[in-house]
């Protein structure tokens, strides 16, 4: 309590209902915009991209929705500055211009993050990849899981997930658009019968090519190589995306394996011949 000129102000009072003003416009708009908004825009983003699966395909409509969704998280992070501002009733004009020296010297450091930007966009305007898909980029091998505005999420092999940042993705190698081969190439002996080898892996591929995983083929091609201990026979077909270098070439050896055998055709294997003297 304070008294001037006769009037007694109530300092403590004024300054208390002055902070649970602040207090209580901050906590709605903390409620508003990071707890209710982020659902609601998610909601009608998912909404607004299920209308368009007809035209796009499904890894463009996750790919879409995860830089959506990215964008909008930022938005709202600047609206909620710029309201928080207004509420404490300070300008936030001023504020900027005197961040302008500071400004300028980050704005040096934030080159790589505008380059970062700006590859994000063309390699999401080019279609370079969509979430889903089978990459090599920057050095990685594995699946993206999100393209944004400032990084690549590639999900190796091994469970590693890499965050790559976008201006380092000088090229790009996409290993899921279109169909992919499957190629097996399987060594005999010199000693064997190369007509019979082959007549024995064309048997092979008319099985498969019953399998819904090969689209065309697969076909023996013939002799491939001639090795040091063997003869190298190859046999190429073409898959679904991703089964290339799975299951289908697994099952194709292990197949041709099993022909072998039957047919006692040998599969040459390093031998070591072990000379003893006897003095």
């Known amino acids: 309590m304070f008294e001037e000129g006769g009037l007694k102000i109530d300092w403590g009072?004024?300054?208390?209902?002055?902070?649970?003003?602040?207090?209580?416009?901050?906590?709605?708009?903390?409620?508003a915009l990071l707890i209710i908004a982020p659902p609601i825009g998610k909601k009608l983003i998912k909404t607004a991209l299920?209308?368009?699966?007809?035209?796009?395909?499904?890894?463009?409509?996750q790919t879409l929705e995860k830089l959506l969704l990215n964008v909008f998280s930022y938005v709202l992070i600047f609206i909620f500055i710029v309201m928080f501002f207004g509420i404490i009733k300070q300008p936030i004009g001023p504020l900027l211009a005197g961040a302008g020296v500071i400004g300028l010297a980050v704005a040096f450091g934030a080159q790589g993050l505008v380059s970062d930007i700006v590859t994000g966009f063309f390699i999401l305007l080019e279609k370079q990849v969509d979430v889903g898909d089978y990459v090599t980029a920057a050095g990685?091998?594995?699946?993206?899981?999100?393209?944004?505005?400032?990084?690549?999420?590639?999900?190796?092999?091994?469970?590693?997930?890499?965050?790559v940042p976008n201006r380092e993705i000088a090229g790009v190698s996409n290993h899921s658009r279109g169909n992919m081969r499957a190629l097996v190439d399987i060594g005999i002996s010199y000693d064997d019968n190369i007509d019979e080898a082959l007549t024995v892996l064309q048997s092979i591929c008319e099985e498969f090519a019953q399998d819904s995983r090969f689209v065309d083929g697969p076909n023996v091609l013939g002799v491939q190589a001639f090795g040091s201990s063997e003869v190298v026979l190859r046999i190429l077909g073409k898959t679904v995306n991703m089964e290339q270098w799975g299951g289908?070439?697994?099952?194709?050896?292990?197949?041709?394996?099993?022909?072998?055998?039957?047919n006692n055709i040998e599969i040459p294997f390093p031998h070591q011949v072990n000379i003893q003297k006897n003095n």
């Open 50 to 61: 299920k209308k368009s699966r007809t035209k796009q395909s499904e890894a463009r409509i």
């Open 140 to 163: 990685y091998d594995g699946i993206v899981e999100e393209v944004g505005l400032r990084t690549t999420q590639i999900r190796g092999f091994d469970g590693t997930l890499h965050f």
């Open 248 to 262: 289908a070439e697994r099952d194709i050896r292990k197949r041709i394996k099993e022909a072998f055998d039957q």
């Open 13 to 31: 009072g004024y300054i208390l209902d002055g902070l649970i003003r602040y207090g209580i416009q901050i906590a709605i708009l903390i409620i």
